[in-house]
């Protein structure tokens, strides 16, 4: 088959297939149109549980001559017009899908009139291609919709049905759902042509319980609890069924959401976990239930038929449907005995859940551990020992309420506690970094190494001239540069090692360490003696971070003798044996490391560098390599 | 320079107490540590998970234990070991807090544990490779660190998302791979323990018990910062 366009028939009855699955969803349909169209009065007629006729009579503000053809047309729509209205819907359809979808599987007329016209309007689309025909017509202001021999076009679907009662009962339930969400409205149902349901329009509460009964039974009414809340975006409105009227069946569950009938499971997750307990899992709760919230708040264009809504703050709302149901049925607890909550022995903490027993002494165990660790039954045991750790517990109850029914109020606060972000606070003072290299261009730079000459010698050239150097000279040279800028340059931060260094110390070089602090502490190293016998390495200069310190620092306080750290400006004589000791480990060097090398050279000094190298430099005559 | 060895002692009063106890501990070995605390040595963790933190928690003068409030309450800091390898790498996620899969009505990240306990952390490194000994694992330089504003936004939109699975019936559903820090994982000394939960239905059901579990990639970009 070749790819085509369908005809404009064939796609209304693919979309009819989504909206348009039995008489009653028409009948919601058209309902929710009348409701739109702000009509107080609406009269249902149906004829053969609906397969014959369905007809809505209303009294709405009607459609204009002009956009009746539209009416019919798919994608056609006065309920929004660009997509950030899509973000707040506070009608109830929005699709522009329903007429044109029932039209297009069944014969359907439309006669209206405005307020503004003298006379009605009758249109009708036929054929393929729904064109639609309008002529004049008698009818008072308000819209007729006359839907008569539904799915004669489409077979498959007309198998689908059932007896004419069965479909019927169907209707009524939709009838009786909306009846419901709008009090206001006087809604009358008849089938072949007997009234069988008449809601008048109820404006006060006895009225509305009224409807409630006529919709609920009487049992319900009788047994049912008021519930009036509204906290900033959400507001619930609704009547609760006590846990004794509980149903076998889901058949009084009534759910609105922003005056749409609804049957989301977030609102049903949250109405169940409040009746829990109060309830067997077999029963199901009784309710009628009207949640409000900011349209902006919840997204309706998420399911073909709308059952089902997203709501953007979901765990808030499913908490906050939760707690004031859960309160209204405590309430009643409360009302009914007064004395039920006096006997606890524990506190309850309202933010976890968790209860704390007042005993102080008990070690606590998280939920899933089964018994103390062998830490905490030690040092529970342990004598005396320097001090006792005091694992007491504190009972996180002051703060919350005596009763286990928490205050709907002060739980509600919480909501609107918004702690502004912690600021990222003064990091550690001790932490400071030497700067790393900025750049470096070989080409530039005064000194530049040129290449590496095996075995172990360094090529460079500084001011025009070249010089060779044996590895261990140069590295011997670098360190020295180093430790000199370290020495005398007080801006030289040390730096804590995050795997600090321990060496196991005897008495001798416990000695010899108390000789070399003053060179220790000159050089940035901090180090302490937690025991006896541990010197601790924590924080060392930049240039040591790398060093395996374990061995370097031992080994060289004890080649230490009193006269190398005698005060003089700079103890060269201790500082040339701390070179030999720290470089003695050292490995071949690879061009990277000698590069790397002298970046941080050239971060301290140029000065230093021509110092140095003339000391331990071999110049070679420059006319030899051109 | 500090000279004297730490005397295991009581509740640091500030912030530069704390931090100097714990530097004071940096670079002893667990085998030290335990000693003086007049503890054994365990032979291997897997029995006794919370050991090392429990001796760092002792000598550094914490009293919350496992309770859902930072250790050093009045001071909002929660202390944190972190098993990192010699080259400073992180080895293990952490646990942050027992994820209650029950009584979350109201929840706000504000007020919730996790906040609670990240808000301000010392992190203690310790070089425990499996490799090494329990008793001669090292105590590193302890770090204090409060989230940057993107990790803490990163951590709130973590937590939120799993706070939604948990309060609205999908406990079971929730895998390691929820949540770009912040994940949540079975806690408990074996796979046969359940606590309650909240059902698909808002039936209760039993689960397993859950904890928030920071990943290593977090703690890891922690380490390297401060590394520099």
Same mark, same amino acid.
């Given at each position: 088959?070749?790819?085509?366009?369908?005809?404009?028939?064939?796609?209304?009855?693919?979309?009819?297939?989504?909206?348009?699955?039995?008489?009653?969803?028409?009948?919601?349909?058209?309902?929710?149109?009348?409701?739109?169209?702000?009509?107080?009065?609406?009269? /249902?007629?149906?004829?053969?549980?609906?397969?014959?006729?369905?007809?809505?009579?209303?009294?709405?503000?009607?459609?204009?001559?002009?956009?009746?053809?539209?009416?019919?047309?798919?994608?056609?729509?006065?309920?929004?017009?660009?997509?950030?209205?899509?973000?707040? /819907?506070?009608?109830?359809?929005?699709?522009?899908?329903?007429?044109?979808?029932?039209?297009?599987?069944?014969?359907?007329?439309?006669?209206?009139?405005?307020?503004?016209?003298?006379?009605? &309007?009758?249109?009708?689309?036929?054929?393929?291609?729904?064109?639609?025909?309008?002529?004049?017509?008698?009818?008072?202001?308000?819209?007729?919709?006359?839907?008569?021999?539904?799915?004669?076009?489409?077979?498959?679907?007309?198998?689908?049905?059932?007896?004419?009662?069965?479909?019927?009962?169907?209707?009524?339930?939709?009838?009786?759902? /909306?009846? +419901?969400?709008?009090?206001?409205?006087?809604?009358?149902?008849?089938?072949?042509?007997?009234?069988?349901?008449?809601?008048?329009?109820?404006?006060?509460?006895?009225?509305?319980?009224?409807? /409630?009964?006529?919709?609920?039974?009487?049992?319900?009414?009788?047994?049912?609890?008021? +519930?009036?809340?509204?906290?900033?975006?959400?507001?619930?409105?609704? &009547?609760?069924?006590?846990?004794?009227?509980?149903?076998?069946?889901?058949?009084?569950?009534?759910?609105?959401?922003?005056?749409? *009938?609804?049957?989301?499971?977030?609102?049903?997750?949250?109405?169940?976990?409040?009746?829990?307990?109060?309830?067997?899992?077999?029963?199901?709760?009784?309710?009628?239930?009207?949640?409000?919230?900011?349209?902006?708040?919840?997204?309706?264009?998420?399911?073909?038929?709308?059952?089902?809504?997203?709501?953007?703050?979901?765990?808030?709302?499913?908490?906050?449907?939760?707690?004031?149901?859960?309160?209204?049925?405590?309430?009643?607890?409360?009302?009914?005995?007064?004395?039920?909550?006096?006997?606890?022995?524990?506190?309850?903490?309202?933010?976890?859940?968790?209860?704390?027993?007042?005993?102080?002494?008990?070690?606590?165990?998280?939920?899933?551990?089964?018994?103390?660790?062998?830490?905490?039954?030690?040092?529970?045991?342990?004598?005396?020992?320097?001090?006792?750790?005091?694992?007491?517990?504190?009972?996180?109850?002051?703060?919350?309420?005596?009763?286990?029914?928490?205050?709907?109020?002060?739980?509600?606060?919480?909501?609107?506690?918004?702690?502004?972000?912690?600021?990222?606070?003064?990091?550690?003072?001790?932490?400071?970094?030497?700067?790393?290299?900025?750049?470096?261009?070989?080409?530039?730079?005064?000194?530049?190494?040129?290449?590496?000459?095996?075995?172990?010698?360094?090529?460079?050239?500084?001011?025009?001239?070249?010089? *060779?150097?044996?590895?261990?000279?140069?590295?011997?040279?670098?360190?020295?540069?180093?430790?000199?800028?370290? &020495?005398?340059?007080?801006?030289?931060?040390?730096?804590?090692?995050?795997?600090?260094?321990?060496?196991?110390?005897?008495?001798?070089?416990?000695?010899?360490?108390?000789?070399?602090?003053?060179?220790?502490?000159?050089?940035?190293?901090?180090?302490?003696?937690?025991?006896?016998?541990?010197?601790?390495?924590?924080?060392?200069?930049?240039?040591?971070?790398?060093?395996?310190?374990?061995?370097?620092?031992?080994? &060289?306080?004890?080649?230490?003798?009193?006269?190398?750290?005698?005060?003089?400006?700079?103890?060269?004589?201790?500082?040339?044996?701390?070179?030999?000791?720290?470089?003695?480990?050292?490995?071949?060097?690879?061009?990277?490391?000698?590069?790397?090398?002298?970046?941080?050279?050239?971060?301290?000094?140029?000065?230093?560098?021509?110092?140095?190298?003339?000391?331990?430099?071999?110049?070679?005559?420059?006319?030899?390599?051109? | 320079?500090?000279?004297?060895?730490?005397?295991?002692?009581?509740?640091?009063?500030?912030?530069?107490?704390?931090?100097?106890?714990?530097?004071?501990?940096?670079?002893?070995?667990?085998?030290?540590?335990?000693?003086?605390?007049?503890?054994?040595?365990?032979?291997?963790?897997?029995?006794?998970?919370?050991?090392?933190?429990?001796?760092?928690?002792?000598?550094?003068?914490?009293?919350?234990?496992?309770?859902?409030?930072?250790?050093?309450?009045?001071?909002?800091?929660?202390?944190?070991?972190?098993?990192?390898?010699?080259?400073?790498?992180?080895?293990?996620?952490?646990?942050?807090?027992?994820?209650?899969?029950?009584?979350?009505?109201?929840?706000?990240?504000?007020?919730?544990?996790?906040?609670?306990?990240?808000?301000?952390?010392?992190?203690?490194?310790?070089?425990?490779?499996?490799?090494?000994?329990?008793?001669?694992?090292?105590?590193?330089?302890?770090?204090?660190?409060?989230?940057?504003?993107?990790?803490?936004?990163?951590?709130?939109?973590?937590?939120?998302?799993?706070?939604?699975?948990?309060?609205?019936?999908?406990?079971?559903?929730?895998?390691?791979?929820?949540?770009?820090?912040?994940?949540?994982?079975?806690?408990?000394?074996?796979?046969?323990?359940?606590?309650?939960?909240?059902?698909?239905?808002?039936?209760?059901?039993?689960?397993?018990?859950?904890?928030?579990?920071?990943?290593?990639?977090?703690?890891?970009?922690?380490?390297?910062?401060?590394?520099?």
């Amino acid at each position: 088959m070749p790819i085509q366009i369908l005809s404009p028939q064939l796609a209304n009855q693919i979309a009819a297939g989504e909206v348009v699955e039995r008489p009653s969803s028409v009948v919601k349909e058209l309902l929710e149109n009348s409701l739109d169209a702000g009509a107080t009065k609406i009269e /249902i007629d149906i004829e053969k549980g609906g397969s014959q006729r369905i007809r809505i009579r209303d009294n709405g503000s009607g459609i204009d001559k002009a956009e009746l053809h539209l009416a019919l047309s798919r994608h056609a729509t006065s309920k929004v017009c660009e997509i950030a209205d899509l973000e707040a /819907i506070a009608s109830l359809g929005f699709r522009g899908e329903a007429l044109a979808s029932i039209s297009s599987v069944s014969r359907l007329t439309l006669t209206s009139k405005t307020a503004e016209q003298t006379e009605a &309007w009758q249109a009708q689309a036929e054929g393929r291609d729904m064109q639609v025909e309008v002529k004049p017509a008698a009818h008072p202001i308000g819209t007729t919709i006359d839907v008569v021999d539904l799915f004669f076009n489409t077979p498959a679907r007309r198998r689908f049905l059932r007896t004419d009662k069965t479909e019927f009962n169907h209707i009524e339930e939709v009838v009786k759902r /909306i009846a +419901l969400s709008r009090f206001d409205v006087q809604i009358k149902l008849s089938h072949n042509g007997k009234m069988v349901k008449h809601f008048r329009s109820a404006s006060d509460d006895a009225g509305q319980l009224k409807r /409630i009964a006529t919709v609920c039974g009487n049992q319900f009414t009788e047994h049912v609890l008021l +519930l009036d809340c509204e906290y900033d975006l959400v507001k619930i409105r609704g &009547w609760l069924g006590e846990p004794q009227v509980a149903r076998q069946q889901r058949d009084i569950q009534y759910c609105y959401v922003n005056g749409r *009938m609804m049957r989301d499971k977030l609102v049903n997750h949250a109405i169940r976990q409040a009746y829990e307990s109060r309830i067997s899992t077999e029963q199901h709760a009784a309710y009628v239930l009207f949640i409000e919230v900011d349209p902006k708040q919840v997204d309706v264009n998420v399911h073909p038929a709308k059952h089902e809504v997203r709501f953007h703050q979901a765990r808030l709302i499913h908490d906050y449907i939760y707690q004031a149901i859960h309160s209204a049925l405590n309430q009643q607890l409360v009302e009914l005995s007064e004395n039920l909550h006096n006997q606890n022995d524990f506190s309850f903490d309202q933010e976890t859940g968790e209860c704390f027993s007042k005993d102080d002494h008990q070690v606590h165990l998280y939920s899933g551990q089964q018994a103390p660790s062998l830490f905490e039954r030690e040092i529970a045991e342990a004598p005396a020992n320097g001090y006792q750790p005091s694992f007491r517990s504190q009972s996180h109850s002051s703060a919350s309420n005596s009763s286990v029914t928490p205050s709907v109020h002060s739980q509600i606060e919480h909501y609107s506690e918004l702690v502004s972000p912690v600021k990222n606070t003064e990091p550690l003072a001790e932490l400071a970094k030497v700067k790393s290299a900025t750049t470096f261009s070989e080409q530039d730079a005064d000194n530049a190494v040129l290449s590496l000459l095996p075995p172990s010698q360094i090529l460079f050239k500084h001011q025009q001239k070249l010089f *060779m150097l044996s590895q261990s000279a140069f590295l011997q040279m670098m360190l020295q540069a180093k430790l000199k800028f370290t &020495w005398s340059e007080p801006a030289a931060k040390a730096q804590p090692l995050l795997l600090p260094v321990a060496i196991k110390v005897d008495q001798a070089l416990l000695n010899q360490f108390q000789l070399a602090q003053g060179l220790l502490s000159g050089l940035n190293f901090t180090v302490s003696i937690p025991t006896p016998n541990t010197l601790v390495i924590q924080k060392v200069p930049a240039i040591f971070r790398e060093t395996n310190l374990a061995k370097v620092i031992p080994n &060289w306080l004890q080649s230490l003798d009193k006269a190398d750290v005698d005060g003089q400006e700079y103890p060269e004589a201790a500082m040339n044996k701390l070179i030999s000791v720290s470089l003695s480990s050292q490995e071949e060097l690879t061009w990277q490391d000698v590069i790397s090398e002298v970046k941080d050279y050239n971060q301290i000094s140029e000065q230093d560098f021509c110092y140095h190298a003339a000391q331990f430099a071999t110049e070679l005559p420059y006319q030899r390599f051109i | 320079m500090s000279f004297y060895p730490p005397q295991p002692s009581s509740e640091p009063q500030s912030e530069a107490e704390l931090l100097e106890k714990a530097q004071a501990i940096a670079g002893l070995s667990l085998a030290q540590l335990a000693e003086m605390a007049g503890v054994s040595v365990p032979d291997n963790l897997q029995k006794e998970k919370g050991w090392g933190g429990q001796l760092i928690e002792y000598h550094l003068g914490a009293t919350a234990g496992s309770k859902p409030v930072p250790d050093f309450e009045h001071l909002g800091i929660e202390l944190k070991t972190l098993p990192i390898n010699q080259q400073g790498r992180v080895l293990e996620t952490t646990f942050v807090c027992v994820a209650p899969l029950t009584g979350n009505i109201g929840q706000q990240w504000q007020t919730s544990h996790v906040c609670n306990k990240l808000k301000r952390v010392l992190w203690v490194p310790i070089l425990a490779e499996r490799t090494i000994p329990i008793a001669d694992r090292i105590v590193g330089y302890p770090i204090l660190w409060s989230p940057s504003d993107s990790e803490y936004n990163a951590l709130k939109q973590d937590w939120e998302e799993l706070m939604e699975l948990i309060c609205l019936g999908k406990v079971s559903e929730i895998t390691a791979k929820h949540g770009q820090f912040l994940q949540l994982r079975p806690k408990a000394a074996n796979a046969a323990i359940r606590t309650q939960a909240i059902g698909q239905d808002g039936e209760p059901i039993m689960s397993p018990p859950k904890g928030f579990y920071l990943k290593k990639d977090f703690t890891q970009a922690i380490i390297n910062r401060w590394l520099g």
